[in-house]
């Protein structure tokens, strides 16, 4: 028999977060946020869930070939564009949309022979200072891709950094927005302004044409702990389970893990669960990490190791061996446990979590029961 751990995709989920970002912009297409693995859910894994999406967006050319092979025709967006200039001929072969943030870029696109001319997304930085043209060159760089022939259509964009939270006295897009309205007023083509945060939060303020929701399709929360899954009713697309493989009764004084770093204060139980750090469960999660067993609501104790952590048992007196072990996403009988509480308690982001699932781990996808 397998280690018993193993992680689930929710097809179901998928597709009613992606329904749950249309419903915020209603007027606004949608791309899917795909990268780095789709988060973590697997390309293929994910695609069933988010194909009512209206593009794709990443920024791997093999992950674009991928989503191509699985049969998707529409728009597939790169969201860092071409890092080199044999990169444009798979542009042109698979009709790939590609973001244009540098000068570099350009004089690639002028220098590509093709028959089959690009959609660009010319990239504003409005205060991000990643990647993007400054507000004072934007209006060269549109018009020097505007009389490129290579350029069919060319769409504007710019990127967040604080949509999430108050930042600076402001609403954390107001100057980025400003920015981006005096930077592209009069130029013709289409936006993309929004990220997740950015369309959970500040929709009733942005018009665009598509809107990029990352983080919120896999049920992730961008502004967590403001905010829980259950306020902006998103739901978990991954669930990392295990089982309970051995279980230990200790007195007081008695420490557990590597470190000693726990010890108990009176007699208790604890269950040691088949999950560790080579799993992608978090090191850093300390004691009183929240995890479910059977469903319910307890805490992990002493350290993470590599492929074990121990989770207290005392007060769960039905859970033993071989007892279901939720470390994050759906549990038993309609419990929860959010990514971002687990992300938390690691001092990071649902975001890594989901993305840091080690590949030893075996995935299956869960269908909508018919
Ligand atoms: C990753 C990414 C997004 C998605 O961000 P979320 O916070 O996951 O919604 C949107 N736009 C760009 C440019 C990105 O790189």
Same mark, same amino acid.
């Given at each position: 028999m397998p280690r018993p751990i193993e992680a689930l995709i929710h097809v179901q989920a998928l597709t009613h977060n992606l329904a749950r970002a249309r419903a915020c912009a209603p007027d606004a297409k949608i791309w899917a946020v795909v990268k780095a693995n789709a988060y973590g859910h697997g390309i293929a894994n994910a695609y069933e869930g988010l194909r009512a999406a209206d593009g794709f967006a990443l920024l791997d050319l093999d992950e674009a070939q991928q989503i191509r092979s699985l049969g998707w025709r529409g728009p597939i967006l790169?969201? $860092?564009?071409?890092? $080199?200039? *044999?990169?444009l001929e798979l542009c042109s072969r698979l009709k790939l949309w590609h973001a244009v943030h540098c000068e570099q870029q350009i004089d690639w696109l002028a220098m590509h022979k093709t028959h089959e001319p690009h959609r660009v997304f010319l990239k504003l930085? +409005?205060?991000?200072? *990643?990647l993007g043209f400054s507000p004072q060159s934007f209006r060269a760089a549109w018009t020097r891709l505007n009389a490129?022939?290579? #350029?069919?259509e060319i769409s504007l964009m710019t990127h967040f950094s604080d949509a999430d939270a108050l930042r600076f006295g402001s609403d954390g897009i107001a100057s980025q927005l400003a920015l981006f309205e005096a930077a592209t007023a009069e130029l013709p083509g289409e936006t993309t302004l929004s990220n997740s945060a950015a369309t959970l939060r500040h929709s009733s303020r942005l018009r665009s044409d598509w809107i990029r929701a990352g983080i919120m399709s896999y049920g992730? #929360?961008?502004d967590f702990p403001e905010h829980d899954p259950a306020h902006w009713d998103l739901r978990p697309a991954m669930t990392l389970r295990s089982k309970i493989i051995g279980v230990q009764q200790l007195q007081a004084g008695d420490s557990v893990g590597y470190g000693s770093s726990f010890t108990a204060e009176q007699a208790m139980r604890i269950g040691v669960v088949a999950c560790g750090y080579a799993d992608g469960?978090? *090191?850093?999660?300390? %004691?009183g990490t929240p995890v479910l067993v059977d469903g319910q609501r307890t805490r992990t104790v002493g350290r993470v190791s590599m492929d074990m952590l121990a989770v207290d048992l %005392? %007060?769960?007196? +039905? +859970?033993?061996?071989g007892s279901e072990v939720t470390l994050w996403g759906q549990g038993p009988k309609g419990s929860l446990l959010p990514i971002d509480e687990v992300a938390r308690a690691a001092g990071t982001i649902g975001y890594e979590l989901m993305c840091a699932l080690a590949r030893r781990v075996p995935v299956t996808v869960q269908h909508p029961v018919s």
């Amino acid at each position: 028999m397998p280690r018993p751990i193993e992680a689930l995709i929710h097809v179901q989920a998928l597709t009613h977060n992606l329904a749950r970002a249309r419903a915020c912009a209603p007027d606004a297409k949608i791309w899917a946020v795909v990268k780095a693995n789709a988060y973590g859910h697997g390309i293929a894994n994910a695609y069933e869930g988010l194909r009512a999406a209206d593009g794709f967006a990443l920024l791997d050319l093999d992950e674009a070939q991928q989503i191509r092979s699985l049969g998707w025709r529409g728009p597939i967006l790169l969201l $860092e564009g071409c890092f $080199e200039t *044999r990169d444009l001929e798979l542009c042109s072969r698979l009709k790939l949309w590609h973001a244009v943030h540098c000068e570099q870029q350009i004089d690639w696109l002028a220098m590509h022979k093709t028959h089959e001319p690009h959609r660009v997304f010319l990239k504003l930085n +409005s205060g991000m200072n *990643r990647l993007g043209f400054s507000p004072q060159s934007f209006r060269a760089a549109w018009t020097r891709l505007n009389a490129l022939p290579q #350029v069919d259509e060319i769409s504007l964009m710019t990127h967040f950094s604080d949509a999430d939270a108050l930042r600076f006295g402001s609403d954390g897009i107001a100057s980025q927005l400003a920015l981006f309205e005096a930077a592209t007023a009069e130029l013709p083509g289409e936006t993309t302004l929004s990220n997740s945060a950015a369309t959970l939060r500040h929709s009733s303020r942005l018009r665009s044409d598509w809107i990029r929701a990352g983080i919120m399709s896999y049920g992730g #929360v961008p502004d967590f702990p403001e905010h829980d899954p259950a306020h902006w009713d998103l739901r978990p697309a991954m669930t990392l389970r295990s089982k309970i493989i051995g279980v230990q009764q200790l007195q007081a004084g008695d420490s557990v893990g590597y470190g000693s770093s726990f010890t108990a204060e009176q007699a208790m139980r604890i269950g040691v669960v088949a999950c560790g750090y080579a799993d992608g469960y978090p *090191r850093h999660c300390a %004691t009183g990490t929240p995890v479910l067993v059977d469903g319910q609501r307890t805490r992990t104790v002493g350290r993470v190791s590599m492929d074990m952590l121990a989770v207290d048992l %005392t %007060t769960l007196k +039905s +859970s033993g061996f071989g007892s279901e072990v939720t470390l994050w996403g759906q549990g038993p009988k309609g419990s929860l446990l959010p990514i971002d509480e687990v992300a938390r308690a690691a001092g990071t982001i649902g975001y890594e979590l989901m993305c840091a699932l080690a590949r030893r781990v075996p995935v299956t996808v869960q269908h909508p029961v018919s």
